[in-house]
């Protein structure tokens, strides 16, 4: 479980996987219902975003692999696969203190911008999945 060759796809336990950093050139796929909400995602090496209803949910910048990515009202969890130094960014509650926490290193607690954007850094090692969760403060 790690890169998603199909761009996207919905995981038997409800969550959804996205993302392929291996890929030479830009793919999209559009229109992928889950749940009645419909998701976008653009990925290759240098970048993987996910939209979800026209709206920002997820960006990595080199792309990435992401697996079981789940959004509850106060966690984000996912685990993510990539190469190297890499920034994340999220779309949470504008102006919320989060904790984040990187495999078992919590990296401590960022508070969102008025647009509900959250960015960290995370170095991660091609192959390895890396746990990620984003916790209300």
């Not at 559009?30 to 909400?37: K, P, Q």
Request: aromatic residues 8%.
């Amino acid at each position: 479980m790690a890169i998603i060759k199909e761009l996207i796809k919905k995981e038997s336990n409800g969550t959804i996987s996205f993302g392929n950093y291996k890929l030479s050139e830009k793919k999209k796929l559009s229109d992928f219902e889950v749940s009645g909400d419909m998701y976008k995602v653009k990925t290759w090496s240098e970048i993987t975003k996910l939209e979800r209803n026209g709206t920002f949910v997820y960006e990595s910048i080199p792309g990435t692999a992401v697996n079981v990515f789940r959004e509850t009202g106060e966690e984000v969890s996912f685990f993510v696969d990539g190469d190297g130094q890499t920034q994340i960014t999220l779309e949470l509650e504008s102006n919320k203190e989060y904790n984040v926490i990187v495999g078992t290193k919590e990296l401590g607690v960022s508070k969102t911008d008025i647009g509900g954007k959250l960015t960290f850094d995370v170095e991660l090692q091609a192959g390895t999945l890396t746990m990620i969760k984003v916790v209300a403060a």
